[in-house]
């Protein structure tokens, strides 16, 4: 009886060390990328009363800014199927130079807290199809934000962006996705008016 225990222990043994013809054409699954699926784009006019307007996405939702020093005109255009937002911050400016002069350093201050993690910034200047000016940063490498941008008619509107994601996916995968809502950046730029 034990003689047939350990011979059966060792016929099943010998059965599953045996090697398929298949484990021979074994490869390794290559690397995965998320799936991302973007729409076509299509747009629509900003409903709320701010000092601007302009046409975006109508996959994005507007929300009003959650910071504790949020301003009245401060928004959000939130992309929820990529889990992204575009930050909107906007100040009158009552003819003070002085003012702009500031919050255009602030613009570039806050980008170049990025210099740690990116490895590129690249400042453009636009104009866009209403005959305003705006300048464009582009950011590449691990960071918060992809895009920042600002425009001013240089005496009452200044109105700021920045691109941010929260999402832990790296920026080569997020990449079809960020030339995406460039797209949008600019559109929100060349439909822009000032209200007031």
């Keep these: ?28 699954k290559p690397k995965g990328y998320n799936r991302i699926d973007l729409p076509v784009a ?20 507007i929300k009003p800014d959650t910071v504790p020093w949020a301003e009245p005109h401060w928004i959000y255009v939130y992309y929820p ?3 992204a937002v575009v930050q909107l911050t906007y100040k009158s400016l ?3 130079k002085q003012k702009l002069a500031k ?12 210099n740690i993690k990116a490895y590129s910034i690249q400042e453009m200047v636009m104009k866009t199809k209403t005959g305003k000016t705006a300048s464009l940063i582009e950011l590449q490498g691990e960071v918060p934000t992809y895009l920042q ?12 962006g920045a691109l941010y994601f929260n999402s832990s996916t790296q920026s080569d995968s997020l990449s079809p996705v960020i030339d995406y809502l460039k797209k949008d950046v600019v559109k929100m730029l060349n439909t822009l008016k000032w209200q007031r």
């Design 42 to 61: 299509t747009y629509q006019a900003l409903k709320e009363t701010h000092p601007y307007t302009f046409e975006y996405s109508k996959y994005a939702v």
């Design 94 to 96: 009552g003819g003070d």
């Design 103 to 114: 919050l255009i350093d602030d613009a570039h201050r806050l980008a170049a807290k990025h």
């Design 81 to 83: 199927d990529f889990k």
């Design 1 to 28: 009886m034990r003689f047939s225990c350990y011979f059966l222990v060792l016929c099943l043994l010998a059965v599953a060390c045996r090697q398929n013809k298949t484990d021979d054409d074994f490869m390794p």
């Design 149 to 160: 941008f600002y425009v001013t008619d240089s005496t009452q509107h200044y109105l700021r």
